[in-house]
């Protein structure tokens, strides 16, 4: 793939992501339909998923593959096939990262959109209209709105900032007190990540199974911003894969990093000496 073609794919990308957010955007305010993914019925919200979804990924599908036929395709709304690993290049697609908060209409949400070029992403796009945010990253740099965007470079674990919920900083997990600053957090984990990108969080930890729909964007805006990114054992994320799953997630500036990965395992571990089950575990 060329640089020309890559450029191409971008304007296409873009365009795509923009559209499907605004539509996302304008069904939040018509009314939507909601159920639990595997359930017939409606109302339970522990694996929601709504007809914007599924609107959104058809949209998306129509817009990309087709613009590029001959791409392969990974949705989280689409059934997989495993067609798409004989493929070179593979768009990566999130309709809606974040329904619990879309559902509630909440800001924390993003259509998500990447392109995979022989395992490695090339394009990011997280489209967040309802935050007024578009983040956009290729190897060559991370934006947001247009405007260049770093992760913020701390160096000191003490005080760092991270999108968790106050009870995670203050459980009795920690060998020794962890002195952090929570700060707001969408549902949506790639704008958690984002978060890391832009500066505004320092770093980010996830022990459950993702999926790379969940963090194929992100991971390169978060990469192409100066970040470092591994899945819970320190190993680089790879895509396209039969199975397409991350074992966990730690975004960080590049100093904190491994301080972080090793607050994760540390969680992980007392959790099993306690015999407390790790939800999606992988």
């Known amino acids: 793939m060329t640089g020309a073609d890559l450029e191409q794919d971008l304007e296409?990308?873009?365009?795509?992501?923009?559209?499907?957010?605004?539509?996302?955007?304008?069904?939040?305010?018509?009314?939507?339909?909601?159920?639990?993914?595997?359930?017939?019925?409606?109302?339970d919200s522990s694996n929601p998923v709504t007809s914007t979804d599924l609107e959104v990924d058809q949209l998306l599908k129509e817009r990309l593959l087709g613009a590029r036929p001959d791409y392969g395709w990974l949705s989280e709304e689409t059934a997989d096939s495993p067609a798409r690993l004989?493929?070179?290049?593979?768009?990566?697609v999130d309709p809606i990262d974040g329904t619990r908060d879309y559902v509630r209409g909440r800001d924390g949400w993003a259509v998500s959109v990447a392109l995979v070029v022989r395992g490695v992403v090339r394009i990011g796009i997280l489209a967040a209209p309802a935050l007024?945010?578009?983040?956009?990253?290729?190897?060559?740099?991370?934006?947001?709105?247009?405007?260049?965007?770093?992760?913020?470079?701390?160096?000191?674990?003490?005080g760092m900032r991270l999108p968790i919920d106050s009870a995670f900083a203050l459980a009795r997990l920690w060998p020794e007190p962890w002195k952090v600053e929570p700060i707001d957090k969408p549902n949506s984990i790639a704008l958690r990540m984002a978060l890391v990108a832009s500066g505004e969080a320092d770093g980010l930890i996830d022990g459950r199974l993702t999926h790379e729909w969940d963090v194929a964007a992100a991971s390169l805006i978060v990469e192409a911003a100066g970040g470092r990114v591994t899945d819970r054992e320190g190993q680089p994320f790879g895509f396209n894969k039969p199975e397409p799953d991350q074992r966990g997630i730690v975004a960080a500036t590049p100093a904190l990093h491994a301080r972080l990965a090793w607050r994760l395992e540390t969680a992980r571990a007392a959790l099993r000496r306690a015999g407390v089950a790790l939800p999606r575990d992988g």
Not at 86 to 92: D, E, F, M, R, T
């Open 12 to 43: 296409l990308a873009l365009a795509a992501a923009t559209e499907a957010a605004e539509h996302a955007l304008w069904l939040s305010t018509r009314g939507f339909r909601t159920w639990n993914k595997g359930s017939t019925g409606t109302g």
């Open 86 to 92: 004989g493929q070179s290049a593979l768009w990566v």
């Open 132 to 158: 007024g945010k578009t983040y956009v990253a290729t190897p060559q740099g991370a934006t947001l709105n247009g405007k260049p965007i770093a992760v913020s470079g701390r160096t000191e674990e003490a």
